[in-house]
C-alpha cells in the first residue's frame, strides 16, 4: 500500500478514488472530486509518514473485535480461523463451482443443484487435503 500510495502522489492521473482505495488513506491533502471521483489538482500530496509509522507498530498481529468475552484467546483464535474456512469455502462455491445463479424451478432440481455442488466442493476439499493444499 506504501508504494501504490508513493505511486499515486507521482502520477495522480492514473487513479482515482476507486482505484486508490487503501492507497489514499497514506496521502495527505488528498481529495476526490464528488461527481466523477477523480483527484483533484492543485493540491500538493505527501506521503503521511506519521500514519505509516503508526500502523507499521502493528504489523505482523491480528486484531479480533467481539463481544464473546468469556472465550479464551486460543479458543477465540480458533473460532476465527473456522469463520475463515468457512469464507473461503462460499467463494470457492460461488466463483470455481459457479453454483450461483441458480436457474432452476422445482423444489426437486433446487436441491439436485446444490447436492451436485456440494459434491463438488467436497471432492475439491478432499483433493487439497490429499495434495497438502500445494494446488
Known amino acids: 500500500m506504501v508504494a501504490r500510495a508513493k505511486d499515486l502522489i507521482s502520477h495522480p492521473k492514473k487513479y482515482d478514488r476507486v482505484t ?9 491533502n488528498i481529495a476526490f472530486d464528488k461527481t466523477i471521483g477523480e483527484i483533484v489538482e492543485g493540491k500538493e500530496l505527501e506521503l ?50 459457479r453454483s450461483r445463479p441458480v436457474y432452476v424451478w422445482t423444489t426437486e432440481h433446487i436441491e439436485a443443484h446444490f447436492a451436485t455442488c456440494f459434491m463438488a466442493l467436497m471432492l475439491v476439499r478432499l483433493l487439497e487435503a490429499k495434495l497438502d493444499h500445494e494446488l
Open 20 to 28: 486508490s482505495k487503501g492507497s489514499s488513506a497514506y496521502v495527505l
Open 48 to 97: 503521511d509518514v506519521a500514519k505509516i509509522e503508526e500502523e507499521a507498530k502493528y504489523d505482523g498481529y491480528n486484531s479480533i473485535v467481539t463481544g464473546e468475552l468469556q472465550m479464551s484467546d486460543e479458543e477465540m483464535r480458533e473460532v476465527y480461523r473456522g469463520l475463515v474456512r468457512i469464507e473461503d469455502t462460499f467463494k470457492v462455491t460461488k466463483t470455481h463451482l
